[in-house]
């Protein structure tokens, strides 16, 4: 296959799933792919993949990717872009926030046959987090802040005697 057509069924991957088109989504990916991500858990086979998507629907049901590079190099597609959603749905263990949030993603597509055959895909989950408000990082301007603050807690139970560093007989 060419690289324009490869592009083009990445492409059309990526705007069924966006659509929750299942059954254009199917057509696309050969029945024995396999998905990988920063994880060591790899998916296999259609039916794991859709059920990846079905998680990521219920999670975000108006989600879609905006694609901002698309590099085609033999039978690899990568995309890179960012994922855009409304958090509705169970994430992870996450209740829905109702939360908006947008995070970055890049993803790499073998294409074999006109199909994809292999997945490999992160998203900027610290990013996803923090948009959820589940992850906070202070700014390197409250560090200090936040250590003397451990710290004089530390110091109080010492010196009001409610921890003892030595037994007593």
């Not at 219920?58 to 990717?65: I, N």
């Not at 992870?92 to 949030?101: A, D, E, L, R, S």
Request: aromatic letters at 10%.
């Amino acid at each position: 296959m060419s690289l324009e057509q490869n592009k083009a069924i990445v492409l059309k991957f990526y705007e069924a799933f966006d659509r929750q088109d299942i059954e254009q989504g199917l057509k696309l990916m050969s029945a024995d792919i396999v998905a990988r991500g920063l994880d060591k858990n790899t998916l296999e086979g259609r039916d794991a993949v859709m059920q990846y998507g079905a998680t990521m629907f219920a999670a975000f049901p108006d989600g879609r990717h905006i694609l901002e590079e698309v590099i085609v190099e033999g039978d690899r597609v990568v995309t890179r872009g960012i994922f855009k959603g409304t958090h509705q749905g169970e994430l992870m263990g996450i209740p829905p926030t109702g939360k908006q949030v947008t995070f970055s993603v890049i993803h790499i597509d073998r294409v074999e046959n006109g199909k994809i055959v292999e997945h490999w895909g992160q998203g900027d989950v610290q990013e996803l987090m923090q948009q959820l408000g589940i992850m906070f990082f202070p700014s390197p301007t409250f560090i200090p802040y936040i250590l003397k603050n451990i710290l004089s807690k530390v110091l109080k139970v010492f010196n009001y005697g409610r921890f003892d560093c030595a037994s007593k007989k």
